[in-house]
């Protein structure tokens, strides 16, 4: 049907809302005229997204029933598909084709869903249409003929990848077979295994198992084969090995990778010193959390002659990288297992390195009292911490001291609040305490001026475990942000920033002492390929229901203008509900308008920090890119040429994606301990507030030891409650009681299953009262 002839079958309703519409300009607008004006308006504007604010603005409709008859006219659209509903309260134009890639969304309930790749809304696929894909697997669909009043649907025509050929689960060994019962909805049935392919695995063992035969239309069987027995269910050690192989992450090094790790010589020859600039005569130190052993970063210090103005300070920051380009050749063993990792992750009670223990805790490590390599920026600070003159150098270094966050923290309180030297430890020299005050004192005055400038506060909590030596969780707490923590921050974003605009400006070329023996300090004239760290602007829609949400709690909020304008507007929104009941759910639905950072060598700035130019160049040890980022800033100094860009954009997009998948499985150990921690707590009541709505139940966190878990639907039995997406709460038809993200309440811990690592919780009797609405 086309746009123009709708009002033949539009509603009695709608006819009035017609009659009465009015244009700004006072003549009648009619159906058809406005359809015309929102084709041109959206045909004009291709890739723009458009919210109802702006539409009526566009198209000068001031009347209430005008700017009704536009939301119905825009409804009918896009459920043609000639509009696509970006959300609610904003439309785009359709440019998609009837054949679509992307992601399919498995459901135990049946109701899967493709996920297409330009980020638009998930479209429902029935069973019988799905041609048996898992969950992530990548495929191609066909949209289906719109049938009247259903919903839209598609058809899986080609399975593109699987995102998985690896599964975890338990064993169940029978007389004649065995099979796999898979934890999720990873597998629409369990995992058939031929028994001469168990490898000694036995019922109620956890293991991995590679699938050797997808379901076809011929059969709908899964087929596969064990290829490592973890042990049994419960252990800790098999626990976390079975998070880290659900999300196909290692969980052993391989052999033939520690042997050439092994091979590498950690000796320092005077002609590689001579080849950089020396600092091991300088006070330096490393400041890392008490359990660490990978140091990657050491800060340096020393006053300067200020030749300008005797009567203002200058000061000569380093901060030191390690320097594992030296050590890990691309191309290599090493490299290529680096490469895929991409990253280290870091479950509740290990770390699983990227790089050979070896590298990260022995010779790339920033020990104290060892001659080590790095790749440092060298900053030359005033006593306002502006930088007066910087460069980048391969550097060797001598480390001092290695400080704990909580010694450093320790030192500054001491020293801030003028307590006696009595309260430091022994080894704590008056220089020492000094330099930790001047590079505090430093580090403040660069956060002051990075917030001014339009950096946004989120500053979150982290959830930590004490845990004992089986692995077992004795105590959950949250780590806060302090001084200590800052200090290396500031420094650590002050050093990211500057290398990326080494590169990124065309007219800062990178300058310090170059690799090769010659010396060569050629500039770079022109863009270069490079490794950024980006951080898009929030998603406007998202940023408009926040507007909208919290203006209910007297709040207000820009959401147009200059970024800087909009984020410090946000910076004094989260400044305005610092220490109110609302802080942590006005938090919550602010973080779900920011987008994820990533790495790409497109570079679009980095809203979140209100850096035009950023990169990762300080964790070199445990971060993918970091290294990626020293080679180039290497190969330019020496005068080479850019590197190929699509190679490096497909790394990039690599390490994206293996950090994500890292976070899932951090994520998961968490929730693991979190249930473990509660297990033996059942019965017991606690004061918690509700951190999370969904149709299903709500989320809620316990105040004493934030561990959260989920008060279902069914325990809600006083009334038939709706879910308010819009404003995060569940609210009851009959009595208009409602739950509202963030608000207290008292619940009974009901079950802790550690399979499904799922904490339920009730609500206790004396649950307070729940608002009316």
Known sequence: MSFVNYFVSLPVEIKNQESMSKHKSGKRLTKQRLVEM????????????????????????????????????MDEMAWDDFLTKASDNSYRLNLKTQVQEGTFIRKANGKNSFQPDDGSKNIFVSERNSLFAMNGDRVRVAMMARREKHMKEAMVVEILSHKRDQAVGKLKVEKDYAFLVTEGNIFVHDILIPKKKLKGGKTGDKAVVKITQWPSKDSKNIVGEVIDVLGKEGDNNVEMHAILAQYGLPYSYPKHVEEAAEKIDPGITEQEIKRREDFRDVWTCTI????????DDALSIRQIVNRKSSNSKLYEVG??????????KEGSIIDKEATKRATSVYLVDRTIPMLPERLCNFIC??????????????????EEANVKDFHIAHTVIKSNRRY?????????EASYSSKTSSTRKASDTSSEVENLCTLDKLAKKLRERRFKGGAVKFDRE???????????????????????????????????????ESIGTPTKPPRGKASSPSGDKRGVKAKKTFVYRIHDQPDPTKLETLREFVVKFGYKMKTSGTKGAISRSLNALMDGCQGKKEQKLIETVALRAMMKAKYSTHNIGHYGLAFEYYTHFTSPIRRYPDTMVHRLLTKYQDGGRSANQEKYEELCEHCSDMEQTAQQAERDSIKYKMVEFMEDKIGNEYDAHISGIQSYGIYCEIDENHCEGMVPMHELDDDYYDFDERNY????????????????????????NLEKRQLDFALAEEAPKKKKK
């Open 288 to 295: 890392d959390p008490k359990d660490a052993k990978d140091f």
């Open 729 to 752: 709460c569940l609210v009851g038809r009959r009595h208009r009681n409602k739950y509202q993200l963030g608000d207290p309440i008292r619940i009974k811990v009901a079950r802790a």
């Open 365 to 382: 490590s920033l020990r104290p009292d060892e001659e080590k390599l790095c790749y440092s920026v060298i900053f030359t600070l005033d």
């Open 462 to 500: 982290e959830l930590h475990f004490d845990i004992d030596e089986k692995g077992k969780p004795t105590r959950a707490y949250f780590k806060k942000s302090n001084d200590a923590t800052q200090l290396i921050e500031e420094f650590m974003l002050l050093a990211n920033k500057y290398v990326a």
């Open 38 to 73: 929102l084709q041109t308006l959206f045909q004009q504007n291709p890739n723009e997204t458009f919210s109802l604010k702006q539409i009526f603005r566009e198209l000068k409709l001031s009347t209430h029933p005008a700017k009704m008859l536009a939301v119905d006219v």
């Open 319 to 328: 901060v030191h990288i390690a320097d594992v380009s030296h050590y890990v």
């Open 404 to 412: 704990a966050y909580e010694e450093v923290q320790e030192v500054l």
